[in-house]
């Protein structure tokens, strides 16, 4: 027997007797312990729902999506589960750890696998199936792992009601009505192109109010760096292993009380003593930056300066990826690229280079010392 969860985004949300077990298992209860944005509550306060919340979300919304679609039986049990497991791998404060775990090649989707094969007992359907849609390795599954998914359409909406941005306010319900299947693909009609535009310029703006603020990203990478300095005498699974209560204890007793963890707890953070954007840099240095080490240089930075590495921090820039929403439109009986319909996709892309920069934080008291030293090395 199945029961029901009252969700703040989607009303009820009815999960069924296998739902409702795996949910029970102490691998997805420990993601009611994981906040969905990390540190963005030190910004915005009320942002402080769950990993646990969103994933009933995506396996809601994929579940709505199957059903639009025609999808049913074991088929559509697969996406349900794939949407509920997908972010069960995520480790403490979300994005924090996941970039730490990936330097050490390590991802969160091949650790939601590794919580799929302890909880296959549970299953009715092929676990190796619900693995290969969390890895965006079946077509199908693009309902969960694609550019226009049961994910990114939760998350939207959810850190944007938890924010209170009004951005991520998307047309969920047009998205869902106007999919269909062709040639084994997910497709959008030609209909749903303005709620396809809307979507993808909701996500640019949370990046640009939410993800990106730089408040945020700051006490991110001083997070990163409490996380590496961690994991230099404790395995990454450890790390991964954690949920935010129990890394929040861990970091306390692992560093001093004037460590970086200490300082983020406290929102004590560090002040931006250089941001090199387009202005200053042009859009080839700025990819030739993104590949470079930020230890290293950070190394070199505190070393002019006279200053202890951990009172340097720098931010290397995240440019747009070289390549087009992978999103299909049918149209007059012919499936095309969204971009052929649009030119907002490719207005996004170049518009995404306005949030790229580079940036390099220390200590207020030393952020000037750090300033005239990065310039002369960063600008050259």
């Not at 200490?262 to 240095?285: A, C």
Request: charged residues 35%; hydrophobic residues 35%; negative net charge.
């Amino acid at each position: 027997m199945g029961t029901h969860i009252q969700d703040s985004l989607h009303g009820y949300i009815e999960l069924n007797a296998e739902e409702t077990s795996i949910i029970d298992r102490p691998e997805m209860q420990r993601l009611r312990r994981i906040q969905q944005l990390g540190l963005s509550s030190l910004v915005y306060p009320s942002a402080t729902h769950t990993r646990f919340q969103h994933s009933l979300g995506v396996m809601h919304t994929a579940g709505r999506f199957a059903d639009n679609l025609g999808i049913n039986g074991e088929r559509r049990k697969e996406l349900r589960l794939a949407g509920l497991l997908h972010d069960s791998g995520h480790g403490p404060f979300s994005h924090a750890s996941e970039v730490v775990a990936e330097r050490k090649g390590l991802s969160h989707e091949d650790l939601s696998c590794k919580v799929v094969d302890k909880l296959e007992d549970e299953f009715s359907v092929d676990s190796g199936r619900v693995k290969k849609i969390i890895r965006g390795e079946l077509e199908i599954g693009r309902v969960v792992a694609g550019d226009v998914d049961a994910d990114r359409i939760d998350y939207l909406q959810r850190d944007a009601h938890a924010t209170g941005v009004e951005y991520g306010n998307i047309d969920a319900d047009t998205l869902i009505r106007l999919s269909e299947i062709d040639s084994r693909r997910v497709v959008f009609d030609h209909k749903a192109v303005p709620a396809l535009e809307s979507l993808l310029t909701a996500r640019f703006h949370m990046m640009k109010s939410v993800y990106l603020h730089k408040a945020c990203v700051i006490a991110e990478k001083m997070l990163e760096r409490a996380l590496e300095n961690y994991v230099e005498s404790h395995s990454v699974e450890d790390m991964m292993a954690m949920d935010d209560y129990e890394a929040h204890s861990r970091l306390r007793e692992f560093e001093d009380q004037k460590g970086l963890y200490s300082k983020v707890s406290n929102r004590n953070l560090y002040k931006r003593s250089l941001k090199l954007d387009q202005d200053d840099l042009s859009r080839k240095t700025m990819r030739k930056y993104s590949k470079k080490s930020e230890s290293e240089l950070e190394k070199q930075i505190s070393s002019k300066a006279g200053l202890k590495t951990e009172e340097v921090i720098v931010d290397l820039p995240l440019t747009p990826k070289d390549r087009n929403f992978d999103i299909r439109v049918k149209k007059s009986g012919s499936v095309r690229p969204l971009a052929e319909l649009t030119p907002i996709p490719e207005a996004l892309r170049d518009a995404e280079w306005q949030l790229v920069n580079l940036g390099v934080y220390a200590p207020e008291e030393k952020r000037e010392k750090v300033k005239s030293v990065a310039e002369k090395l960063l600008k050259t």
